[in-house]
């Protein structure tokens, strides 16, 4: 019983750990620069 607690303690921890490594990773990632009248008309009506 006590191994499947540990097994289950490791898991979630190494969930944890690699969610905070991807969050780390995704932040340095540079975006494509959006167009200057992107959004210019999102209300306007067809």
Known sequence: ???GI???IAIVIGVIVGNLL???QSAKAK???TKSNNNAAW????
């Open 1 to 3: 019983m006590t191994l």
């Open 6 to 8: 540990w097994l289950i």
């Open 22 to 24: 991807l969050l780390k």
């Open 31 to 33: 975006l494509p620069p």
């Open 43 to 46: 209300d306007e009506e067809d």
